[in-house]
């Protein structure tokens, strides 16, 4: 197995743990950084994908897909953190269970 | 006439603009925002015109050609959705005028930002369904997702909320496996563009595992069942101009695209098997959402489970089209589903926030007495009801009745009996809101003057829904030029 093919399933494999995580787990915050981790999954393999092995630049189409996607990511990260921290404050004020959904 | 290119480009940077603009003077946001609606539902007009006219519209960004540049493409099929965002945009948007009074308690200050996430969820939806890029594409969900998801926070109740906070993560969730897949796509074909993919497209596992990663993706975002858990407690609990435009746009935001990849990018690899498929998972949706809606106690939920249902018509279309014969009428089927579940829903959904305002609840069997007092929403849920059943001359009709001639004509029999189970169900749960609200009281409980504003754009909507059969020909002129429907060559503009 060439170092290509372990970049691509460790990335694969990011995926899909981050995923699993989001739909098991009812830690909202860890569901949040589950999101971030399977991202950073795909991000692996659209590097990986970049590498040529002959040529002597990588391409730069699939690093321009992860820079923009870096960007939706953080955008998004916030957006969700932002909401938790308003379901928290909702819950609480309604004294029912704090950090988890329902 | 604008040239088309700047059709395009404006019918994405206007609201963007825009959206900017309602966002830094609160005070101007209803006025810029009702301006900019009517100018999108005049560019989306004028675009239709020229598209009828001539051939689908590609405009390649900067003068870039693929696969490096991005490109906007218009054809009868992207034209279709943009005029419905326009037209179901402008009446929500008056409706939300008259129903976000300021200092609301229900609502509280931020009804302020329903104006910019408004017209950023147009821009996004717009350069949705304009892009020809799969990465664009990418980019333009992740806008729909964040915009959709916080106007639904819009509302302060916990219960929004919460529901908000499940709608992104699983939103998040879709768009990954729908990147992933569109990585795998990029590693073999070494292109973007949806036209050179489906040119080089090859039976291999790599692109199967594709096309399942990003249908997933957008199954999730369609709430296609099974994975529509997430949509009944959004759409139900969001402020009612919200709602109206989730189920009516945002749903076939993601459906749209499932028929792009279906029906001609991924076209020469799709098997019947996989079809089928896509067809059973539609069915399970006509229904489980048309019994849990006749379950559900209150109307927003009722609309809300309608909604599943309907969009498991629009699945149908995928198996029904893999027959050579079968294949127009069964994605014209699915678009005019598409577009008078669009009015219709809207419509509906605006009654239900009327309902809310003047009775303070929206229980079914508490209903009774709406049609006394107020007879011209009553009409609006019958009208909007009448599109769902799929009663003539509504667009519902048509579209089931396309469906059921391309089921004929494939010999695809058992979706006849989906087709009709689920029109039987749904007669069922219109009835039941229908009949409770038609009942006639001695002492009239509503004692709330209603603003007409409230009451005109859900009308229109309706009747547009109701008698959209009859407006069928202009609309399969634009379908006919549709690279989905008849695989017409991509033209290149001048840049």
């Known amino acids: 197995m060439s170092a290509e093919h372990l970049y691509l399933l460790t990335g694969m494999a990011l995926f899909v743990m981050g995923g699993v995580y989001v739909v098991s787990n009812p830690q909202l915050l860890g569901k949040i950084l589950a999101i971030n981790v399977a991202g950073s999954g795909v991000f692996m393999v659209l590097i990986t994908i970049a590498y040529r092995a002959r040529a002597e630049y990588p391409d730069p189409v699939p690093q321009a897909m992860v820079l923009t996607g870096i960007v939706v990511a953080v955008s998004a990260t916030a957006v969700a953190l932002a909401l938790a921290v308003r379901v928290r404050n909702a819950s609480s004020d309604n004294d029912t269970d704090k950090t988890t959904e329902e | ?495």
């Open chain 2, 1 to 495: 006439m604008l040239a088309a290119e700047y059709i395009l480009v404006l019918l994405i940077v206007l609201p963007l603009t825009a959206a900017v603009v309602a966002f830094l003077w609160p005070r101007y946001a209803a006025p810029v925002a009702l301006v900019s609606a009517a100018a999108m539902l005049l560019l989306s007009a004028n675009l239709a015109l020229l598209i009828t006219a001539t051939e689908p519209i590609r405009y390649n960004l900067g003068g870039w050609q693929a696969p490096l540049g991005i490109a906007l493409y218009a054809d009868g099929l992207a034209v279709l959705m943009v005029s419905m965002t326009a037209i179901v945009g402008i009446a929500v948007a008056a409706y939300a005028r008259a129903y976000f009074q300021p200092g609301d308690s229900a609502t509280g200050s931020r009804v302020a930002l329903f104006w910019p996430l408004w017209l950023l969820l147009t821009a996004g939806l717009n350069a949705l369904f304009l892009s020809i890029d799969a990465f664009n594409i990418y980019v333009t969900l992740e806008l729909v997702g964040l915009s959709a998801v916080a106007l639904v926070a819009i509302a302060q109740k916990p219960e929004a909320l919460r529901a908000a906070m499940r709608y992104l993560l699983v939103s998040l969730l879709g768009s990954l496996a729908y990147m992933l897949g569109v990585a795998l796509l990029y590693a073999q074909y070494a292109t973007l563009d949806l036209e050179m993919l489906h040119l080089s497209m090859n039976a291999t596992p790599a692109t199967w595992t594709a096309l399942v990663l990003m249908s997933s993706g957008l199954m999730l975002k369609a709430a296609l069942f099974p994975l529509h858990f997430w949509l009944p407690p959004a759409h139900s609990s969001a402020p009612a101009p919200v709602s109206a435009l989730l189920s009516a746009l945002v749903v076939k935001a993601a459906f749209y695209l499932v028929l792009r990849l279906w029906l001609h990018v991924f076209e020469e690899i799709v098997t019947v098997n996989a079809a089928q498929l896509m067809g059973m998972l539609g069915a399970g949706a006509i229904l489980w959402g048309s019994l849990q809606a006749l379950r559900a106690e209150r109307f927003k939920l009722l609309v809300a489970y309608s909604t599943v249902a309907q969009i498991g018509y629009l699945f149908l279309a995928i198996p029904l089209a893999q027959t050579e014969g079968a294949s127009l009428a069964a994605a014209s089927a699915a678009v005019y589903l598409a577009l008078s579940h669009a009015f219709a829903k809207a419509a509906m959904f605006t009654t239900a926030g009327t309902v809310l305002h003047v009775a303070g609840h929206d229980r079914i069997r508490d209903m009774a007495g709406i049609s006394q007092s107020y007879p011209l929403t009553a009409f609006t849920m019958g009208l909007a009801g009448m599109a769902l059943i799929g009663l003539p001359p509504s667009g519902g009709f048509m579209g089931k009745w396309l469906m059921l001639n391309a089921a004929f004509v494939s010999g695809q029999w058992w979706w006849v009996v989906v087709l009709l189970v689920g029109s039987l169900l749904a007669a069922a749960y219109v009835f039941r809101v229908i009949s409770h609200a038609f009942t006639h009281l001695e002492q009239i409980p509503y004692q709330i003057k209603l603003d007409w504003k409230l009451e005109w754009p859900g009308l229109l909507l309706a009747l547009l829904a109701a008698l959209l059969s009859i407006l069928a020909l202009p609309l399969f002129d634009a379908l006919n030029i549709s690279t989905v429907l008849s695989g017409t060559p991509l033209t290149e503009s001048k840049p």
